[in-house]
């Protein structure tokens, strides 16, 4: 039961560029999105998030986008950097107070190159 | 700046042995988690825990896996006898409270069950 997928595993992106990494969802009462990026060795980090009542939130060269009918969501960095080379994970929350569960993708590999 | 701390960074044990997983969660957070994931799959949830007590677990949070939090500081996972597929990284996370999203997640322990 895949509830939040990400459909590719890998992205290449040359440096200055625009990456944008695509996420899918299929539970409707997820009230939070989230993005994470993960170095090799490390635990994952906070990105940016999105409430399920906003269809956009910028933070510098990071925005997300969320189309709540087609259930989708997607980061775009801009411009794309080097050190932005990690794993990103899509993850959604769902639940209510107390009992929040957060559920991830497979994540997606982006490759920025120099 | 706090963060979420994780020991040991390896654990090597043989198939049926218990395991016990530290993590020291930042010390104002209300919501604690342990996920696991498997080399090069998804970031999967484990359990949650709230209040001092469990308030989410998945399928895979079986009778082998407990949870604690002794002594208001550590968050430990335990497993009481460990198999092969067990062998994953495993990370603790937290959250400050019921109006925050954001996991701060630990660096993760490497569990290798021989």
């Known amino acids: 039961d895949q509830q939040v997928k990400q459909n590719s595993p890998s992205l290449s992106v040359q440096e200055g560029r625009i990456s944008i990494l695509n996420c899918d969802y299929t539970?409707?009462?997820?009230?939070?999105f989230l993005w994470y990026k993960k170095y090799p060795a490390e635990g994952p980090t906070f990105l940016i998030s999105?409430?399920?009542?906003?269809d956009k939130n910028e933070d510098g060269r990071f925005t997300v986008f969320l189309n709540k009918s087609a259930k989708h969501l997607s980061l775009h960095i801009v411009p794309s950097q080097p050190g932005d080379s990690a794993v990103y994970f899509c993850a959604a929350r769902g639940g209510t107070s107390g009992t929040y569960k957060y559920i991830f993708g497979t994540g997606t590999r982006l490759k920025v190159l120099a | 700046e706090p963060e979420v701390t994780q020991t040991p960074s390896h654990q090597v044990t043989q198939m049926g042995q218990e395991v016990i997983l530290r993590c020291v969660p930042i010390s104002n957070h209300l919501y604690f988690y342990w996920y696991r994931q498997i080399l090069g799959q998804k970031v999967e949830f484990l359990v949650s825990?709230?209040?001092?007590?469990?308030?989410?677990k998945s399928e895979i949070f079986d009778d082998q896996f407990s949870v604690e939090r002794p002594d208001g500081s550590n968050f430990t996972l335990k497993i009481r006898s460990t198999k092969l597929e067990d062998s994953a990284m495993y990370f603790c996370?937290?959250?400050?409270?019921?109006?925050?999203?954001?996991?701060?997640f630990g660096p993760g322990t490497r569990l290798t069950v021989t």
């Open positions: 539970n409707s009462m997820f009230d939070y």
């Open positions: 825990f709230y209040n001092n007590e469990i308030s989410e």
């Open positions: 996370a937290s959250v400050r409270d019921s109006a925050s999203y954001e996991q701060y």
């Open positions: 999105i409430s399920s009542i906003k």
